[in-house]
C-alpha cells in the first residue's frame, strides 16, 4: 500500500491522480484531516482515511498496513515540526519501509525564512532510522498565478529579486516526480533530490514574457526589500505576509530557488512545465 497524507491539498490530489495511472486504486491510500475534502479521491477508488497531523490517534489508524507513504509538508507554518514530527513517530510504528519527504529546495543551505521547519522535520527523519526520501521541492508555478494577473493589468511586477533566477516547475511536476520515487523499483532509501525546473527565470523574464503573452508592455522594477514590502503592504497584504513574500524575494536574489540539475526533469522523464505555458494558460492564450 501507497499512503499520501495531505491528499485534501492541491498537490495531494495531483500526487493521487498521478498514482492512480501507475497503481491500481486498491493498492493507494489518501489520507487527509477533513475527509470532506477527499469524497472526489474515494470516488475515484482509492481508500480514504483520517489523518490529521495534530491527532496522533488518527495517524495510527491511517498508516496500518501501509508500505510507503508519502508525507507532504503541512500548511500551518509554526506548527508544522511537531506536527511533522508526529506522523514520524506514527511511521515509525507502523512498520512503513519508505518514508518521502516534500522539503524545500537546498534545505540545508537556504536562507528563506521556510528553511527552519523543512531542516527540523529532515533531522528527525534522518534520525529516526526510517528508511527515506527527501524530495526538496523549488518553487510553483502555480505561486505566480495572482502576479500573471497583476501585472498584465497594470504592466509592472514588483519585486527585489534582482537578478536571482528561479527554477521553478508545475505543481503537477513535483507530484509526478513523488510517484515517480514511491513506485521505483530501485532502492530509494537514504536519497536526496533537489527538484527544479529545468530553465530558470529571472524576474524581468517573467515580466517581458507576460508582455509577450498579453500583447502590452509589463516591466520589472526592482526595488529594496523594504520598498517591496512596502508595495505589498499597500496593496493589502498584512505586513507578516508582506515581509515574508519580500524576503522570499531577497533569498532568489541570492539563488535560494535556482537549481541547474535538472533532477526533476530526470526523474519525471520530460521537461518540467515552462513558466511560459504557466502565463499562456493564465492569459488565456
Ligand atoms: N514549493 C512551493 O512553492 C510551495 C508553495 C506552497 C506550499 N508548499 C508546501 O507544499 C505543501 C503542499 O502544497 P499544496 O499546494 O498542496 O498546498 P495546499 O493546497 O495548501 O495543501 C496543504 C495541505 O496540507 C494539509 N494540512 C495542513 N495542516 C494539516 C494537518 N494538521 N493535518 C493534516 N493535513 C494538514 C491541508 O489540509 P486541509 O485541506 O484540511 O487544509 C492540505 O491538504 C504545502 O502544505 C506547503 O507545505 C510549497
Redesign the pocket.
Known amino acids: 500500500m501507497i499512503a499520501v497524507?495531505?491528499?485534501?491539498?492541491?498537490?495531494?490530489?495531483?500526487v493521487i491522480d498521478s498514482l492512480l495511472r501507475k497503481v491500481p486504486g486498491s493498492e493507494i491510500v489518501a489520507a487527509?484531516?477533513?475527509m470532506g475534502?477527499i469524497g472526489d479521491l474515494a470516488s475515484k477508488g482509492v481508500a480514504v482515511r483520517e489523518?490529521?497531523?495534530?491527532?496522533p490517534d488518527t495517524l495510527a489508524r491511517a498508516l496500518a498496513g501501509v508500505d510507503k507513504l508519502l508525507m507532504?509538508?503541512?500548511?500551518?507554518v509554526g506548527?508544522?515540526v511537531e506536527?511533522h514530527k508526529a506522523v514520524i513517530a506514527a511511521t515509525k510504528n507502523a512498520g512503513v519501509k519508505l518514508l518521502l519527504y516534500?522539503s524545500?529546495l537546498h534545505c540545508d543551505s537556504s536562507p528563506l525564512l521556510l528553511r527552519e521547519e523543512h531542516l527540523q522535520t529532515e533531522n528527525a527523519i534522518r534520525a529516526s532510522g526510517i528508511p527515506f526520501a527527501i524530495l526538496r521541492?523549488?518553487?510553483?508555478n502555480?505561486?505566480y498565478l495572482n502576479a500573471i494577473v497583476q501585472a498584465a493589468k497594470l504592466g509592472v511586477h514588483y519585486g527585489c529579486a534582482g537578478e536571482g533566477r528561479v527554477s521553478?516547475a508545475t505543481?503537477a511536476d513535483?507530484a509526478d516526480a513523488a510517484v515517480a520515487v514511491l513506485t521505483s523499483t530501485e532502492n530509494q532509501g537514504g536519497k536526496t533530490y533537489e527538484l527544479a525546473g529545468d530553465d530558470g527565470f529571472t524576474l524581468a523574464q517573467f515580466a517581458a514574457e507576460i508582455a509577450r503573452h498579453s500583447g502590452k508592455p509589463v516591466r520589472y522594477e526592482n526595488l529594496s526589500e523594504s520598498a517591496y514590502k512596502d508595495v505589498l503592504v499597500k496593496a493589502g497584504l498584512p505586513e507578516p505576509v508582506a515581509g515574508f513574500f519580500a524576503s522570499t524575494d531577497t533569498g532568489i536574489s541570492k539563488g535560494a530557488l535556482y537549481d541547474g540539475g535538472r533532477q526533476l526533469h530526470q526523474l519525471i522523464g520530460r521537461a518540467t512545465t515552462p513558466i511560459a505555458a504557466t502565463i499562456a494558460k493564465v492569459l488565456g492564450n
Open positions: 497524507t495531505a491528499a485534501s491539498g492541491n498537490l495531494g490530489h495531483l487527509a484531516r477533513n475534502k489523518a490529521d497531523y495534530s491527532k507532504i509538508s503541512g500548511s500551518e506548527r508544522r506536527q516534500t524545500l521541492n523549488s518553487w510553483y502555480e505561486n521553478a505543481r513535483y
